[in-house]
T-cell receptor, first 109, second 114 residues
Framework: AQRVTQPEKLLSVFKGAPVELKCNYS??????LFWYVQYSRQRLQLLLR??SRESIKGFTADLNKGETSFHLKKPFAQEEDSAMYYC???????????FGTGTKLQVIP | SQTIHQWPATLVQPVGSPLSLECTVE??????LYWYRQAAGRGLQLLFY??????ISSEVPQNLSASRPQDRQFILSSKKLLLSDSGFYLC?????????????FGDGTRLSIL
């Protein structure tokens, strides 16, 4: 069975400091990995997915199959990055999606 | 463009009463549909998902059930609510196409059981 672990419930950083939100997964096949974000009073929405290898709002995430990790990174945190972040995994070819417990990012001005 | 509607936004129900939460999607055909419960510290718990009309997969044995009477309609139900059913319920859809299709979420329903 697949599992997604986000070890930090809360991460507080100062504005301008680097950010790393950790995500580790457990799945024996080829997973599809996503980061979702929920800003205050907004819908949960996709931030980025590993297949796209894109940078969204300055965030990037690299899939490390050796370490089974998909950490979310940003070199310089902004106040508007404060939100709840969820890592999610979908086994390739299947529709069931498993989410982590989420990390609340708090950027201190 | 595609949209997802979920209602009601909030609901207060007594223990033992029935439940019906509705979710509809517009602008797409044959979407994959999902019901989640979001709880603080527990993330998003997948309750049910559906890949087609009448096809429901249940992930967590519980007091709830789901139905998909039409292609773009997904309903979460209960015959008798328990206190433990309180929570925030999210509906989501994704494209049936393969390969890294993301999920799109509704605004959610806050359910309080008294």
């Amino acid at each position: 069975a697949q599992r997604v672990t986000q070890p930090e419930k809360l991460l507080s950083v100062f504005k301008g400091a680097p950010v790393e939100l950790k995500c580790n997964y457990s799945y024996s096949g080829s997973p599809e990995l996503f980061w979702y974000v929920q800003y205050s009073r907004q819908r949960l929405q996709l931030l980025l997915r590993h297949i796209s290898r894109e940078s969204i709002k300055g965030f990037t995430a690299d899939l490390n199959k050796g370490e089974t990790s998909f950490h979310l990174k940003k070199p310089f945190a902004q106040e508007e990055d404060s939100a709840m972040y969820y890592c999610a995994l979908r086994p390739g070819g299947y529709q069931k999606v498993t989410f982590g417990t989420g990390t609340k990012l708090q950027v201190i001005p | 463009s595609q949209t997802i509607h979920q209602w009601p936004a909030t609901l207060v129900q007594p223990v033992g009463s029935p439940l019906s939460l509705e979710c509809t999607v517009e602008g797409t055909s044959n979407p994959n549909l999902y019901w989640y419960r979001q709880a603080a510290g527990r993330g998003l718990q997948l309750l049910f998902y559906s890949v087609g009309i009448g096809q429901i997969s249940s992930e967590v044995p519980q007091n709830l059930s789901a139905s998909r009477p039409q292609d773009r309609q997904f309903i979460l139900s209960s015959k008798k609510l328990l206190l433990s059913d309180s929570g925030f319920y999210l509906c989501a859809w994704s494209s049936p196409e393969g390969g890294n299709q993301p999920q799109h979420f509704g605004d959610g329903t806050r359910l309080s059981i008294l």
